[in-house]
């Protein structure tokens, strides 16, 4: 997977998140509406996911990164193959998180488009993603890159 720049955003690139970022990554994901109520400290958690996702192939923590190499952004990409679609490859988005300091500068378009392009490049047939419906503005922002509400999403917790 060919990562680097992120075209259109000077001094940011794209790259595989690595296990001393996963504080970063944690503290994003924490500054956000639902996450300030479900992310912990606790970090040997985090740890763990963190070590599962990296050995896993099908799987990619992608962070954003200024200048100075901190942490601005993060996204989960997933690959499913599934026998539906004539055995097609999908594309998983998950935990999608831009720093408040660059919403609304096209960094998130930017890191959308570079990811599906991505997925394009790995074969998958299809981009899909869930959003909480307290996200307005991320749904909102999902349909504008062109995402579309074609299936209901359904969740039961387990804990």
């Given at each position: ?106 960094v998130g378009r930017a890191l959308f488009t570079f990811v ?44």
């Amino acid at each position: 997977m060919s990562l680097g720049a992120l075209p259109g955003v000077p001094g940011v690139r794209v790259a595989e998140a690595t296990a001393d970022q996963v504080p970063a990554v944690v503290e994003l994901l924490a500054n956000d509406m639902l996450g300030r109520d479900r992310e912990s400290g606790a970090t040997d958690v985090y740890d763990e996911a963190f070590a599962t996702i990296d050995a896993d192939p099908t799987e990619h923590l992608l962070v954003l990164l200024d200048e100075q190499d901190v942490v601005v952004g993060t996204l989960q990409l997933g690959f499913v193959r599934s026998l539906s679609r004539g055995g097609a490859l999908r594309a998983q988005i998950e935990a999608v998180r831009v720093s408040e300091t660059l919403r609304g500068q096209g960094v998130g378009r930017a890191l959308f488009t570079f990811v599906i392009e991505l997925a394009r490049q790995e074969g998958a047939v299809l981009v899909q993603l869930t959003s909480d419906l307290q996200r307005d503005g991320a749904i909102r922002f999902y349909e504008s890159l062109g995402f579309v509400h074609s299936h209901a999403g359904l969740k039961l917790a387990l804990s």
